[in-house]
């Protein structure tokens, strides 16, 4: 299986570079993981909500270039779908079976994602209603992936 996950931004500090980095690393024995970075818009803390929509509508596009449309698309959203571990593990699984042969993340940025990007995706899945960061979610979300996989291999990992 093929996973990318395509985000909005680098990691720019050291700590969450090595931290993906390392999950990375781990789900590569299952599955070949590709990531796509997308340059973010500068957004200061007080801009108004015309330009926000703007810059969200600017990295909307640059992900929508990116976007690999034979994918089955998951995107990160607070008003998505949760799961636990385990059925995560399970849609993943039978997205497998089902003959998905690539699944791709889209994270967006400090702003969200453009809605039409939304809608346009397969999947909204959520992490819970709390707001992360988005170079955080990166590697929670590459450590889910990695624990997927662990569980449906019947592998033990901490819990």
Same mark, same amino acid.
């Given at each position: ?26 789900? #590569?024995?299952?599955?070949? $993981? ?10 200061? @803390? ?47 699984? @039978? ?14 940025? #400090? $702003? ?48």
């Amino acid at each position: 299986m093929d996973i990318t996950i395509l985000t909005v931004g680098k990691l720019k500090e050291a700590y969450w570079r090595d931290a993906y980095g390392e999950y990375a690393k781990r789900i #590569s024995r299952f599955a070949r $993981l590709h990531t796509i970075e997308v340059p973010d818009e500068r957004a200061g @803390e007080d801009l108004s909500a015309a330009l926000a929509a703007k810059a969200k509508a600017a990295e909307g596009e640059r992900l929508k270039k990116q976007w690999l449309a034979r994918a089955y698309t998951i995107v990160l959203d607070i008003q998505g779908q949760m799961f636990s571990s385990e059925q995560f593990a399970s849609f993943l699984h @039978e997205k497998m079976v089902g003959g998905v042969s690539h699944v791709q993340f889209i994270i967006g940025g #400090s $702003l969200g994602l453009d809605e039409r990007l939304v809608k346009a995706a397969d999947l909204k899945l959520s992490f819970g209603r709390l707001t992360y960061p988005h170079q955080l979610m990166r590697v929670v979300l590459a450590e889910q992936i990695f624990r997927g996989f662990k569980i449906m291999n019947g592998e033990p990992y901490h819990k």
